[in-house]
């Protein structure tokens, strides 16, 4: 074999590993976003269970309720200002600064945790400020996977990506019960700033190349591409994409019911299973390795997104009524039903949003990104905070085994409607021939 063969061959053979390995740009970014959603579902979860569990008495479902709602304001409140800050700012900059913010917020509380008893609003407080950070990163993070991937890795960039909320939910849905159980509130708080200083840490030892179009290091657009000025406002990004409008209505109608599963989960662990933090992370860790799995096979399903979507939905809502069902004997609606229900539910998760991110990736403009990507997660998060109100009031009066009868009800319809959406959908622009090596490949 020669040496121009062999080269080849490693060169092919390096191609085939995850997406990962080959590019350590990507990696160390999808590290820290690991590790920055990790702290926050650790710190939402255990601070759910901590109120269902040990503080909140007999408002349980409204404290929870409060509790969560709070947790998504600033996703909703700060899309305007999320869009223009990554526009205009070096997306390195802005990842490494809503970390190291989010790491000296936890930190601070953890010291105040251990100094004297924590005031209920500083719970609150914090959770807003942590939020607020995690508000910023992700959007971010979304936006600058084409600068750090070739087109041809975008799905499997976005299959990653996604799959840091399966992770989170594994790691940080599985801890906080758990910690909360061991070590109090406190234990949590400080594991959160620990993993929001290290991913601030990754991002600062990764160089980011500049992409055409993306801000430079002193925050204005390469001189070769159009100002920021010339980006369309926010209003007008969906207007002029209406399938892409109708699929994203059609997602923020299912999460008023599907995110009400992190209100309804520890009240039927509480009041039904009659179980510890232990059975919460167990549900937790479920809901997460099946949104794990979902994320790293739902690009190999058959099928039109919408149709894949609309599948998915209906399979979900069959989930989530699957512990509520009367008639039922004991052990068909304990935790074993639970923990498999979350598990389908997960997944279906996860395959939704491997297909439908990757599609959204190629049918908005580079230049809409930031906004889109901003105005996508305001959207899908203005359902949580109504969602979590709602269904913590109701889980003070109805029973949690009814509560999952409807959310179930509640997504079907939505289903359909997704699926009639596919009747309009445009065909994505095909994606490019790989290059010779990624961009970011640094082997």
């Known amino acids: 074999m020669t040496a121009t063969e062999a080269a080849g061959t490693a060169e092919a053979a390096a191609t085939r590993l995850p997406l990962v390995l080959r590019n350590r740009r990507f990696a160390a970014v999808w590290a820290a976003q690991v590790l920055t959603q990790a702290a926050g579902r650790m710190f939402q979860v255990g601070a759910v269970w901590w109120l269902v569990g040990y503080a909140a008495g007999t408002d349980r479902g409204l404290a929870s309720g409060v509790f969560l709602a709070v947790s998504t304001l600033p996703a909703v409140a700060l899309a305007p200002l999320v869009a223009a800050l990554i526009a205009r700012r070096p997306h390195r900059t802005v990842l490494g600064a809503s970390a190291a913010v989010a790491g000296l917020v936890a930190l601070g509380t953890a010291g105040w945790t251990y100094a004297a008893t924590l005031p209920m609003a500083v719970v609150y407080g914090a959770a807003l400020l942590l939020a607020g950070c995690q508000a910023v990163f992700d959007p971010c993070l979304t936006t600058s996977v084409p600068e750090l991937v070739e087109d041809a890795d975008i799905e499997a960039a976005t299959g990653f990506e996604l799959a840091t909320q399966s992770l989170a939910g594994l790691a940080g849905g599985l801890l906080g019960p758990l910690v909360v159980d061991g070590a109090g509130l406190a234990g949590i708080v400080a594991g959160c700033a620990g993993a929001y200083l290290l991913a601030a840490a990754l991002i600062a030892a990764t160089r980011f190349p500049t992409a055409p179009g993306a801000p430079t290091a002193d925050g204005d657009a390469p001189a070769d591409d159009a100002p920021p000025a010339g980006r369309r406002p926010l209003r007008r990004i969906l207007a002029e994409l209406p399938f892409?409008?109708?699929?994203?209505?059609?997602?923020?109608?299912?999460?008023?019911?599907?995110?009400?599963?992190?209100?309804?989960?520890?009240?039927?662990?509480?009041?039904?299973?009659?179980?510890?933090?232990?059975?919460?992370?167990?549900?937790?860790?479920?809901?997460?390795?099946?949104?794990?799995?979902?994320?790293?096979?739902?690009?190999?399903?058959?099928g039109t997104p919408t149709a894949v979507g609309a599948g998915c939905l209906g399979l979900m809502a069959a989930a989530l009524a699957l512990p509520g069902l009367p008639g039922l004997p004991a052990p068909a609606a304990g935790q074993a039903t639970a923990v498999g229900s979350m598990a389908v539910a997960g997944w279906c998760v996860g395959v939704i949003g491997v297909r439908f991110v990757a599609l959204f990736q190629r049918l908005v403009p580079a230049t809409d990104r930031p906004g889109f990507f901003a105005v996508m997660q305001a959207l899908l998060g203005a359902t949580f905070p109504v969602s979590s109100l709602v269904f913590g009031l109701l889980g003070d009066h109805l029973s949690p085994r009814t509560l999952c009868l409807v959310q179930a009800l509640g997504v079907l319809p939505v289903a359909a409607a997704l699926w009639w959406t596919g009747r309009y959908a445009p065909e994505p622009a095909p994606a490019p021939a790989p290059a010779a090596q990624p961009i970011g490949d640094e082997r």
């Open 244 to 302: 892409v409008r109708r699929v994203l209505l059609c997602f923020t109608a299912a999460n008023l019911f599907t995110t009400a599963v992190f209100v309804v989960m520890p009240l039927y662990t509480r009041t039904v299973l009659h179980a510890d933090g232990s059975t919460v992370a167990a549900l937790e860790a479920a809901l997460g390795a099946g949104t794990l799995v979902g994320s790293f096979t739902g690009g190999r399903l058959p």
